[in-house]
């Protein structure tokens, strides 16, 4: 337990340095005001852990890791946007708190800081990183569209909803550990 506390306190630093921007300021607030509502940070976590496991110094791949957690907080501010949610972690969501364009916006700019976070690694790994983060990428958003069309269906196999559900969740905690 003391070991996932090390390396949960790792990503939250990693989180606190991350230097946005001041302006646009309704671009870079939304990203830090989601990421200051904390989580379990689990995706980060394991890909550190994956990397120790592996033989390596997990500090080497923070910056993976934490690209992983704001690939994944995107995806919280684009899904809360889709169903309308109105809080996040009991705090009024990114779209609540601005405007769905705001939202927009501001998810797609951390998809892309989280590739550029991706990029800091070794450069003879770059090439196998990017390609599983975004087969990764491409499945979560699966995920999200059969969520979305299950939505207005009422024969949904449990099949189908397993699928989607390791298309949304699943996939993401296998690239962490993939990466890592």
């Known amino acids: 337990m003391e070991k996932i506390q090390s390396y949960m306190q790792l990503v939250e630093q990693g989180i606190r340095e991350l230097k946005f921007p001041e302006k646009p300021k309704e671009l870079y607030e939304p990203m830090h005001y989601l990421l200051s509502l904390g989580g379990k940070r689990m995706r980060p976590v394991l890909l550190l852990m994956g990397h120790e496991l ?30 309308q949610a109105p809080l996040r972690r009991g705090k009024p969501t990114v779209h609540a708190k601005w405007n769905s364009n705001v939202g927009i916006l501001s998810g797609d700019g951390m998809l892309v800081i989280a590739y550029q976070l991706l990029s800091q690694c070794k ?11 975004s087969k990764t990428a491409i499945e979560v958003c699966e995920g999200q569209q059969f969520d979305m069309e299950f939505e207005t269906r009422d024969d949904v196999s449990i099949d189908e909803y397993i ?18």
Do not use: C, R, W, Y
């Not at 993976?64 to 501010?77: M, P, R, T, Y």
């Open 54 to 83: 592996f033989g390596g110094k997990s500090s080497d791949v923070l910056p993976q890791a934490i690209a992983i957690e704001l690939f994944h907080n995107f995806s919280l501010i684009h899904d809360d946007i889709m169903d």
């Open 123 to 133: 450069p003879e790994k770059l090439p196998e990183v990017i390609s599983i983060f």
């Open 163 to 180: 699928e989607m559900i390791a298309l949304k969740t699943s996939v993401l905690l296998g690239g962490a550990l993939k990466i890592g």
